[in-house]
């Protein structure tokens, strides 16, 4: 019996205090308990003394299907215990099914000269079937093979005659040699000498219907060795079986219950195998990645804001200052909603606050954009184009002074689906009221998004224009997988936004472009990807981490 | 954002120094511009300007000259808005165009020669002013002419339609200008334009020849210019006068820039007369403590007025008080803000050393969210896959396919294609088309989203409602009503939401297979075995089971108000 040893070996660093310990387990010990049935059947085909088998050979010998034989093999070889010899193509002999019979009645030839040197009577080659259990189209070339080499001679009337009480060498040789492959049960052709080469040569094929009495295949091969551990493990299995018990591989409740789980072994499993992959229930990656931007923005303090897709232009634009003749609100750039039209009214007095402050300023200290404001037209219904709509509102609705919003809002432009365009979208908007904002505050805000939310460490400022904002920036940053990016714009709100809507401390607007960070961390090229229809992809999608 | 291109060679010259490419895509933000490429055949480059509000920048000569002042601190030199026009050098405006297109200037351009540079800074320019801040041609137009055989004063005055004929550019043959809006290019281009007038603008010369049919198209024979031509008279009609000035001086800056000695023209209207170019003298009072308070940071006045006069203001100090007067190119200073963020541009916003809000806030998710994100996670509990998709469908989606009559939705006026052509009011569609392309995809397939839907609401202010749904389907060879109620159950269940199931019919599912989801007496969704029918018209060929919940207060019964 193999001992499960522990040896603790001590190292001491010199001059150090630190103390290695090693654990080392008694390796063979350790397989032979993991060994699956299949294993050992495969292990005890092997002999300490004849330690490579042929795939043929183990086959034939453990009675396994192909399949069970394969996997078996793999596992072996997979904790060394054997080695596979690809012996590319080689010509193996072994015995046919005459062949095999001739191992254990003897070759013909013999049988046929033993026979007639005991016989008393006359016999004819057509006697020679039914005595000898022979086959009668067996006989004829065994016959002329004993008249050529001179061991007998036929008679007048068929009668054979014995030349030599013994046998001739020849006849001993080939029942040596079917012997031989008999013992081993395959052979390679390299392992014989020449002339049993020949032998075998002139024996494996023959005319018409006769059987052979080798077989000779010519296909590659492989040659299993038991390593040096391998043969220690067959040495030892016959011995370490006596002691091992029962073997489970499924624990079942029965045998908890009855406690015979005590007296069994758990069969060691290859835990290296790879199970298949699970179909699981869990979030679409993109939103997972904008679960992880919202919960950023709540943990910098932001409070979320929601809003209605369906927008008028007077939230979407007009109280951003965008004047009403701006380029980017005809029907090539918004959605305008064919049913219904129009608002049922604008809330006042942020409705006559923004349209004076279009007009001539109001009482913002503006020039204002000069034109008459068409009090109509703002009423117009739109996709809502633009997250900042929400901050819009939301310095409409009483806001917290201090205070910080944000919002994932999905937004819409008239845009041809490509590539790096879809219908939808979602852009990150939010804004910081408070009285101590200014640009500088702004620009480390930018900053911190920077750091948190691209993990960049590089930031560069430019100059932007946006106009509900004075001044604008354009926040870069080095990305540590996309270089430098655009990551966002901001800026301060311009006064003719915040003193209509009734705010009168300075307020930081900002927008981040975070769709081709998301694309990164999911490893797609194409935007349309972040809402595809495809089961198989989004089942394979990685977890955002 | 318009983007222009303009020859390296020729910016350079304008700029007066050699300007290498990698220096020039560095300092391009000084004119809030960025560099967008180079054509190594051509030596053309091409320039993105993001200020919408700044067309004197949308050139060759404007950017040259921003950065000119910025970088080499070389203040640019108009003498002729304070030259006074001579003699001859008039337009006339008939009294029939004041409701037609009433307001006109130009000027005449001399001591230069067209050449290749010229012409395509001119076409530049006179494309991005007309098209970009024009607004195609509504607000101003423009025509340049071949000044050399115009003979002045000019008259710009309404024509019935078949009252006047010209020769229009391009075409040799003289048309009426109601030939012209039906047979030209430009006329079928701009004639919305003018349509709608009975009287049509026209300007010519003393010897009556036309110049120009404006905002349509300039006449063939004085209206074109061409490689080579010694000097050019530029006009510019348009819908507000401001715009027309303001057009007129940038065109007028542009030319001088190449070295064009400027006349300008009194433009005479019956009542009222006015000088084109003509210096708007846009002043802007700057308050040193409000720059300070936006930039957060001292600032010493007199860099306030250097850093300002590199931005082509001129500034003087009243007290603590700067008075800022825009070059006669720019007027897009409506409010002491955008002299802050000119100031800040001026000297970098690389000199301001950022700084952290310290303001303390408490984050929080918004309500809705948080109680989808609830729902979210019992759905994969559950085993089933989230997916994501556009709000925008089709109504043959939403109906034809379902099986369902057509009803209510907002629907897009500009649709891209039908396929994006209404807002979803319901997820269980989406959901069927994701199942129909996934038909080989092993199963079962338990999928769900939860998202925004919108539904028409006539008496809300937007008119519609947004709402936020969860609809899951399951389907597999044995996917039955009974396995999707358990789904729904055990969601309810853990949410704590009393609901019950009263039958309904609805053609998406099969009769007596589907309910109703009934919860405080409120019907919060719908639940079933798709029909057959609905599944062929998907290609569908697995028994698919739905539900689909609005997420609304109803289903909660807590105070929380969404």
């Known amino acids: 019996m193999v001992l499960i ?349 923004v349209a004076f402050c279009h007009e ?43 205070g910080k919003y944000f919002a994932i809002a999905r937004c819409f432009r008239y845009e041809q689906i490509d590539a790096t365009h879809g219908t939808d979208f979602f852009q990150i908007e939010g804004i910081v009221l408070d009285e101590t904002i200014n640009f500088r505050k702004l620009l480390g805000l930018l900053n911190l998004f ?68 998301a694309m990164v961390s999911l490893g797609i090229s194409d935007i349309r990807q972040l809402f595809t229809h495809d089961l198989d992809f989004i089942r394979n999608a990685k977890a955002v981490i | 954002m318009p983007t222009i291109t303009c020859y390296h060679r020729d910016l350079e010259i304008l700029y007066t120094e050699k300007l290498s490419l990698q220096k020039l895509s560095e300092v391009l933000e000084k004119a809030k511009a960025e560099f967008k490429g180079y054509d190594e055949k051509t030596g053309e480059i091409k320039i993105e300007i993001v200020d919408t509000n700044r067309p004197d920048l949308w050139s060759a000569e404007g950017i040259a000259r921003q950065l000119r002042e910025s970088l080499l601190h070389k203040k640019s030199s108009y003498p002729f808005f304070s030259a006074t026009p001579s003699g001859k050098d008039i337009i006339i405006v008939d009294k029939n165009m004041a409701d037609i297109r009433p307001y006109i200037g130009g000027f005449f351009a001399s001591n230069i020669e067209v050449d290749e540079f010229l012409l395509t800074g001119l076409i530049q320019i006179q494309e991005k002013l007309t098209e970009n801040y024009g607004r195609s041609r509504e607000l101003i137009a423009i025509g340049v002419h071949d000044a050399s055989k115009i003979e002045f004063p000019l008259s710009y005055k309404g024509f019935s339609p078949k009252e006047i004929s010209f020769s229009p550019l391009g075409f040799t043959e003289e048309m009426d200008l109601s030939e012209i809006l039906e047979r030209h290019p430009k006329g079928q281009e701009y004639g919305r334009l003018v349509k709608n007038f009975s009287l049509y603008p026209v300007l010519q010369d003393a010897a009556n020849k036309v110049l120009s049919f404006p905002p349509v198209i300039n006449s063939n024979d004085l209206g074109r210019v061409v490689v080579g031509n010694k000097a050019l008279f530029v006009d510019i009609t348009g819908t507000s006068l401001e715009s027309v000035i303001l057009c007129v001086n940038i065109m007028a800056c542009n030319l001088s820039d190449r070295g064009a000695h400027i006349r300008p023209f009194m433009v005479e209207y019956p009542s009222s007369r006015h000088m084109t170019p003509q210096n708007l ?17 001292k600032v010493d006045p007199a860099s306030i007025m250097e850093y300002l006069s590199f931005m082509g203001f001129s500034v003087s100090k ?83 396919k379902m099986n369902r009559p057509e009803g209510d939705v907002v629907e897009v006026a500009n649709v891209m294609s039908d396929t994006y052509s209404v807002l979803r009011p319901t997820l269980l569609p989406v959901l069927l088309e994701i199942e129909s392309k996934n038909l080989r995809v092993e199963f079962p ?68 297979r589907a309910g109703k989801i009934i919860s405080f007496n409120r019907e919060v969704g719908i639940i079933g075995e798709i029909y057959p029918g609905v599944l062929e018209n998907w290609g569908i060929m697995m028994p698919v089971a739905a539900f689909e919940l609005t997420l609304d207060y109803n289903l909660v019964r807590s105070e929380k108000d969404f």
């Open chain 1, 5 to 353: 040893c522990y040896n603790v070996l001590k190292n001491r660093k010199a001059g150090g205090g630190t103390v290695i310990r090693t654990v080392i387990f008694n390796v063979k010990t350790d397989i032979i308990a993991s060994l699956h049935p299949l294993e050992i059947e495969v292990l005890n085909t092997f002999k300490t003394e004849k330690a490579s088998l042929f795939w043929s050979v183990i086959l034939e010998k453990t009675g396994l299907k192909e399949s069970q034989l394969r996997t078996a093999i793999e596992w072996l070889l997979h904790k060394n215990l054997i080695i596979s010899e690809s012996t590319g193509v080689e010509e193996i002999i072994s015995l046919t099914k005459t062949g095999k019979s001739y191992a254990t009645l003897g070759i013909p030839e013999k049988r046929i000269v033993q026979f007639l040197s005991s016989s008393e009577k006359d016999v004819t080659m057509g006697d020679l079937p039914a005595i000898l259990s022979l086959e009668k189209d067996e006989v004829g070339p065994v016959i002329g093979f004993l008249k050529k080499h001179k061991d007998l001679s036929v008679e007048a009337g068929g009668v054979l005659k014995l030349l030599s009480s013994n046998s001739s060498s020849y006849i001993e040789n080939k029942q040596s040699l079917v012997d031989k492959v008999a013992k081993e049960e395959s052979l390679m052709m390299k392992e014989l000498s020449m002339e049993e080469g020949d032998m075998v040569r002139s024996l494996y094929r023959k005319r018409g219907t006769e059987q052979g009495v080798f077989r000779i295949e010519g296909r590659p091969i492989f040659l299993y060795h038991l390593t040096e551990e391998g043969k220690s493990v067959v040495a030892d299995l016959v011995e370490s079986l006596k002691y091992r018990k029962t073997e489970v591989s499924q624990i079942t409740s029965d045998i908890l219950k009855d406690g015979k789980w005590k007296d069994v072994t758990f069969r060691k499993y290859n835990i290296k195998l790879n199970p298949p992959k699970l179909n699981i229930g869990k979030k679409h990656p993109y939103r997972q990645f904008l679960d992880w931007v919202r919960i950023k923005f709540i943990s910098l303090g932001f409070k979320e804001m929601k809003g209605s897709i369906v927008e008028n232009e007077f939230w979407n634009m007009d109280a951003l200052f965008m004047p009403q003749f701006h380029s980017a609100r005809n029907i090539h750039d918004v959605y305008y909603i064919k049913k219904p039209e129009y608002s049922r009214e604008i809330e006042e007095p942020y409705l006559s606050n």
């Open chain 1, 360 to 402: 001539h300023g109001g009482n913002t200290g503006s020039a204002g954009w000069r034109y008459k404001f068409d009090r109509e037209k703002t009423k117009r219904l739109i996709l809502r184009s633009q997250g900042t709509v929400l901050s819009a509102r939301t310095l409409a609705a009483d806001p917290e002074i201090p």
């Open chain 1, 450 to 517: 920077a750091i948190e939310i691209a993990r960049a460490k590089k930031t560069k400022f430019t100059p932007a224009y946006f106009p509900f904002t004075e001044p604008s920036v354009e926040l870069q940053v080095e990305h540590p997988d996309l270089g430098w990016i655009e990551l966002g714009g901001a800026g301060i709100f311009r006064p003719e936004v915040t003193l209509p809507l009734g705010i009168k401390v300075p307020v930081i607007a900002w927008g981040l472009g975070i769709d081709r960070m």
């Open chain 2, 281 to 297: 003298k846009q002043i802007v009072t700057l308050e040193q403590e409000y720059l300070e308070k936006i930039l957060g940071e």
């Open chain 2, 318 to 400: 009243e007290e603590n008080k700067l008075i800022c007067e825009s070059p006669p190119y720019r007027r897009d200073c409506l409010h002491s803000v955008d002299l802050i963020e000119d100031f800040a541009i001026s000297r970098g916003y690389n000199t301001f050393s950022p700084e952290m809000p310290e303001k303390y806030t408490v984050g929080s998710m918004s309500p809705i969210i948080e109680f989808a994100d609830t729902l979210r996670m019992l759905m994969t509990g559950m085993g089933f896959q989230e997916f994501i998709t556009y709000i925008l469908t089709g109504k043959d989606k939403l109906f034809d």
């Open chain 2, 445 to 512: 397939h338990k999928i769900f989203e939860e998202g925004e839907v919108v539904i028409p609401a006539p008496k809300e202010i937007l008119r519609s409602k947004t709402l936020h749904n969860l609809s899951a389907i399951v389907s597999h060879s044995g996917a039955n009503f009974s396995e999707i109620h358990s789904y729904l159950h055990s969601l309810m269940f853990y949410l704590n939401i009393p609901y019950k199931l009263e039958e309904t019919s609805d053609p998406a599912f099969i009769d007596g």
